[in-house]
């Protein structure tokens, strides 16, 4: 017994002293330029984007050039596309002072902490400094920057997200695409009396029907709602949190969503929307290379088209302003940013861009033109003209802002409100509680 | 009493073992004790909470008893077919006569199937749009009635996603209890049928009684894994609709490693063993 007692004090002593290592001195993250001799050696980026997806193929490409003349240079690229997966990675390397180089993180308030500790260099300072600031599109910068507009991510991808619908389906159930959100739920009914699948949702992922949520306040009362919400200082009980509320209550009742949603993974409501079985799909531009090509299937091609999200009544952020993400942004570990760092990403910013426009996606800057892939489908450009045309606003993906047990607690109680197994009044509640509870450590 | 020299042989062999369980296993097991007693999301500043952080879940925290309650179903579900199932199939492949190798090979097929497979056949097993087999199979034999989105339904989803880790290990349990049943000596058997014992009385009164000693083994085994259910459940649904299949390890995962608020289950950052139960 004393043996085990002797054995408890050593473990928790030890714990103590290795629970030291989650604090670690970082370097000033405001100096951009640093000096000295640029000395070549391996750097990594941990990142959450496809294996073969065109970013990583092209900072391979990059890093490649960059060794010939940079003998000893390489760049070590750790993917981990699932992004929970991710998640859990980043934080406990950040917890453990180990990040790499370079890491991708969005706008959460986990980042943000590591931000204000100090551990990420400032991105708006650094893309200055390398004079590339004014090429960025404004709206790919401020998706992420955090509340307080500090800039500490760079983007990679820019992208637009609609309502791809089927012109056949809708004609066939005798509605029109909808003016205002609040048309939804009746197009919907339409819909399903006509033996249509409203609109096909991956539900397994959860984040797609937790888009749903954000565009009634957006529309209703603009950025700032969540912002507000996500600290408590807005509820779901005030008028625009009521709002979304009763309209996804709306949503479920109509049926709008396929049935058992809930289990049904991205890949199986891309099917049901391109075999002509749903009338809806709510997805971004990555998507344009399956929907507005040749490989879409030929049965379906002509009859797909899309439309930005609607507003409604009194709606005080305009048509032209919807989600338009950046997506997931690369931070830069200020503890290891030194002359190679800096020079290495010198050389890859200037040169991605033109090279991410050839694969037929969009950038994140406006100096190049993406190039339209010869098996495009007119939709092609007509969805790449809208990013040419965006409003000062963006919907923010409630995701990357709410505290993350507040977002989880969210997304298994929206399917619970949408499937018709809780009310919208337990709905509020529960989440209002949940904010209470979750969002003053996070935002203290 | 063993002689010194002994004594000492058996140190020598026993302290790496014991070393390395203290290291591997003790001591992140004693600094998540540790860290229980503070509130950190692993970046932040480390306070010191005392017992906040049980007080909240043992009072407050809806979701931790939900999962207790869905465990202990998942639990039953999973004894009840995997050891009835077993004792069943095995009782009947001890009175076949041929094709019993074929049998045996077909029961243990699931259980080296990936698990991950394993998940995915059963999401298109019970999937609803676009049907799935067992919705078929009910609308062919008439219970049109009974199909359903077996697994956004949050009164069948439990069942839904206990059944595929009942399945899958039906077939080693069967294996061990047939091996048992087949010690059981022929000629009391012989002996309690010449006396006129039915087969309901050769099974209670001999076979099972033979059997006891493995059965428990089995039963011992199937709860630990029963217990440590994760994999197929947080793949199927994560969970969800709701908190409807949440079971304590899905949650115990989630606490941990992407809610990072509460230290209940706080992973230790610093040492390997914090991605121990992974996907």
Same mark, same amino acid.
């Given at each position: 017994?004393?043996?085990?007692?002797?054995?408890?004090?050593?473990?928790?002593?030890?714990?103590?002293?290795?629970?030291?290592?989650?604090?670690?001195?970082?370097?000033?993250?405001?100096?951009?330029?640093?000096?000295?001799?640029?000395?070549?050696?391996?750097?990594?980026?941990?990142?959450?984007?496809?294996?073969?997806?065109?970013?990583?193929?092209?900072?391979?490409?990059?890093?490649?050039?960059?060794?010939?003349?940079?003998?000893?240079?390489?760049?070590?690229?750790?993917?981990?596309?699932?992004? $929970?997966?991710? @998640? *859990? &990675? !980043?934080?406990?390397?950040? %917890?453990?002072?180990?990040? =790499?180089?370079?890491?991708? +993180?969005?706008?959460?308030?986990?980042?943000?902490?590591?931000?204000?500790?100090?551990?990420?260099?400032?991105?708006?300072?650094?893309?200055?400094?390398?004079?590339?600031?004014?090429?960025?599109?404004?709206?790919?910068?401020?998706?992420?920057?955090?509340?307080?507009?500090?800039?500490?991510?760079?983007?990679?991808?820019?992208?637009?997200?609609?309502?791809?619908?089927?012109?056949?389906?809708?004609?066939?159930?005798?509605?029109?695409?909808?003016?205002?959100?609040?048309?939804?739920?009746?197009?919907?009914?339409?819909?399903?009396?006509?033996?249509?699948?409203?609109?096909?949702?991956?539900?397994?992922?959860?984040?797609?029907?937790?888009?749903?949520?954000?565009?009634?306040?957006?529309?209703?009362?603009? $950025?700032?709602? @969540? *912002? &507000? !919400?996500?600290?408590?200082? %807005?509820?779901?009980?005030? =008028?625009?949190?009521?709002? +979304?509320?009763?309209?996804?209550?709306?949503?479920?009742?109509?049926?709008?969503?396929?049935?058992?949603?809930?289990?049904?993974?991205?890949?199986?409501?891309?099917?049901?929307?391109?075999?002509?079985?749903?009338?809806?799909?709510?997805?971004?531009?990555?998507?344009?290379?399956?929907?507005?090509?040749?490989?879409?299937?030929?049965?379906?091609?002509?009859?797909?088209?899309?439309?930005?999200?609607?507003?409604?009544?009194?709606?005080?952020?305009?048509?032209?302003?919807?989600?338009?993400?950046?997506?997931?942004?690369?931070?830069?570990?200020?503890?290891?940013?030194?002359?190679?760092?800096?020079?290495?990403?010198?050389?890859?910013?200037?040169?991605?861009?033109?090279?991410?426009?050839?694969?037929?996606?969009?950038?994140?800057?406006?100096?190049?033109?993406?190039?339209?892939?010869?098996?495009?489908? =007119?939709?092609?450009?007509?969805?790449?003209?809208?990013?040419?045309?965006?409003?000062?606003?963006?919907?923010?993906?409630?995701?990357?802002?709410?505290?993350?047990?507040?977002?989880?607690?969210?997304?298994?109680?929206?399917?619970?409100?949408?499937?018709?197994?809780?009310?919208?009044?337990?709905?509020?509640?529960?989440?209002?509680?949940?904010?209470?509870?979750?969002?003053?450590?996070?935002?203290? | 009493?063993?002689?010194?020299?002994?004594?000492?042989?058996?140190?020598?062999?026993?302290?790496?073992?014991?070393?390395?369980?203290?290291?591997?296993?003790?001591?992140?097991?004693?600094?998540?004790?540790?860290?229980?007693?503070?509130?950190?999301?692993?970046?932040?500043?480390?306070?010191?909470?005392?017992?906040?952080?049980?007080?909240?879940?043992?009072?407050?925290?809806?979701?931790?008893?939900?999962?207790?309650?869905?465990?202990?179903?998942?639990?039953?579900?999973?004894?009840?077919?995997?050891?009835?199932?077993?004792?069943?199939?095995?009782?009947?492949?001890?009175?076949?006569?041929?094709?019993?190798?074929?049998?045996?090979?077909?029961?243990?097929?699931?259980?080296?199937?990936?698990?991950?497979?394993?998940?995915?056949?059963?999401?298109?097993?019970?999937?609803?749009?676009?049907?799935?087999?067992?919705?078929?199979?009910?609308?062919?034999?008439?219970?049109?009635?009974?199909?359903?989105?077996?697994?956004?339904?949050?009164?069948?989803?439990?069942?839904?996603?206990?059944?595929?880790?009942?399945?899958?290990?039906?077939?080693?349990?069967?294996?061990?209890?047939?091996?048992?049943?087949?010690?059981?000596?022929?000629?009391?058997?012989?002996?309690?049928?010449?006396?006129?014992?039915?087969?309901?009385?050769?099974?209670?009164?001999?076979?099972?009684?033979?059997?006891?000693?493995?059965?428990?083994?089995?039963?011992?085994?199937?709860?630990?894994?029963?217990?440590?259910?994760?994999?197929?459940?947080?793949?199927?649904?994560?969970?969800?609709?709701?908190?409807?299949?949440?079971?304590?390890?899905?949650?115990?995962?989630?606490?941990?490693?992407?809610?990072?608020?509460?230290?209940?289950?706080?992973?230790?950052?610093?040492?390997?063993?914090?991605?121990?139960?992974?996907?």
């Amino acid at each position: 017994m004393k043996k085990l007692f002797r054995t408890a004090a050593v473990a928790a002593a030890a714990a103590l002293a290795l629970a030291g290592c989650g604090s670690g001195t970082a370097s000033d993250p405001s100096n951009v330029s640093p000096t000295g001799e640029v000395k070549p050696r391996e750097i990594s980026w941990l990142l959450s984007r496809p294996a073969d997806g065109a970013v990583i193929n092209i900072m391979k490409k990059l890093a490649d050039d960059y060794a010939k003349d940079h003998p000893g240079f390489s760049l070590n690229l750790i993917t981990t596309p699932d992004r $929970p997966s991710y @998640i *859990q &990675k !980043l934080e406990t390397l950040a %917890a453990a002072n180990k990040l =790499p180089e370079l890491f991708d +993180t969005d706008a959460t308030p986990f980042a943000q902490q590591l931000a204000k500790q100090g551990k990420m260099v400032d991105a708006e300072k650094l893309l200055k400094s390398l004079d590339v600031y004014d090429d960025y599109r404004p709206s790919a910068l401020d998706y992420q920057r955090f509340d307080d507009g500090s800039l500490n991510m760079i983007p990679f991808q820019f992208e637009l997200e609609f309502i791809w619908y089927n012109k056949a389906l809708l004609q066939k159930a005798g509605v029109s695409v909808p003016k205002s959100l609040d048309d939804i739920p009746a197009m919907c009914t339409a819909l399903r009396d006509a033996g249509i699948t409203p609109i096909a949702i991956d539900g397994q992922d959860q984040w797609p029907l937790e888009r749903y949520v954000a565009y009634q306040p957006f529309r209703e009362g603009g $950025p700032d709602f @969540i *912002q &507000k !919400l996500k600290k408590g200082e %807005a509820k779901f009980s005030d =008028p625009a949190g009521e709002k +979304t509320v009763q309209w996804l209550a709306s949503l479920g009742k109509a049926k709008c969503f396929q049935d058992g949603f809930s289990s049904q993974g991205y890949s199986d409501a891309q099917n049901q929307f391109t075999s002509g079985q749903a009338a809806m799909y709510n997805i971004g531009t990555w998507e344009l290379p399956s929907l507005a090509t040749d490989k879409l299937n030929s049965a379906t091609r002509n009859d797909i088209d899309f439309f930005t999200l609607p507003t409604t009544a009194g709606s005080v952020t305009a048509a032209n302003e919807f989600v338009s993400p950046s997506g997931i942004g690369m931070a830069v570990n200020s503890k290891t940013y030194d002359p190679l760092v800096s020079d290495f990403l010198k050389f890859a910013l200037t040169k991605y861009p033109s090279e991410y426009a050839a694969t037929g996606a969009l950038s994140p800057t406006t100096n190049v033109e993406t190039a339209i892939p010869a098996n495009a489908t =007119p939709l092609y450009k007509k969805a790449l003209e809208h990013a040419n045309d965006l409003g000062n606003k963006q919907a923010m993906p409630w995701d990357t802002q709410l505290d993350p047990t507040t977002n989880g607690r969210l997304q298994q109680e929206l399917v619970l409100l949408v499937q018709g197994n809780i009310t919208p009044e337990q709905f509020t509640s529960t989440m209002d509680n949940a904010i209470a509870q979750n969002a003053p450590k996070f935002f203290k | 009493m063993l002689p010194n020299r002994s004594r000492l042989s058996v140190l020598v062999f026993l302290l790496p073992p014991l070393l390395l369980y203290g290291v591997a296993v003790l001591f992140p097991i004693m600094q998540s004790l540790f860290l229980s007693f503070f509130s950190w999301n692993g970046i932040s500043d480390m306070e010191f909470v005392g017992l906040t952080n049980y007080v909240r879940m043992l009072t407050a925290d809806d979701v931790f008893w939900r999962s207790f309650f869905n465990a202990l179903g998942y639990l039953a579900i999973c004894l009840v077919l995997q050891l009835g199932g077993a004792l069943l199939v095995a009782s009947l492949l001890t009175s076949m006569r041929r094709g019993r190798e074929l049998i045996k090979t077909l029961y243990l097929l699931p259980a080296v199937i990936s698990t991950v497979a394993i998940a995915f056949l059963f999401v298109r097993i019970y999937s609803i749009e676009p049907v799935g087999l067992l919705n078929q199979l009910l609308h062919w034999i008439g219970l049109g009635a009974l199909e359903r989105p077996w697994l956004s339904d949050i009164n069948s989803v439990l069942t839904a996603v206990s059944a595929p880790e009942g399945w899958r290990f039906t077939g080693l349990y069967m294996l061990i209890i047939y091996a048992a049943l087949l010690s059981v000596p022929q000629e009391l058997e012989e002996a309690a049928r010449l006396d006129g014992a039915s087969r309901w009385q050769l099974f209670t009164k001999i076979r099972f009684p033979h059997i006891m000693p493995v059965w428990i083994t089995t039963t011992i085994m199937a709860t630990t894994y029963g217990l440590r259910g994760f994999d197929i459940p947080y793949l199927m649904t994560n969970g969800g609709p709701g908190q409807s299949s949440e079971l304590l390890t899905t949650y115990m995962y989630k606490t941990a490693f992407t809610a990072q608020t509460s230290a209940t289950q706080a992973p230790s950052p610093c040492s390997s063993s914090s991605s121990a139960w992974s996907p």
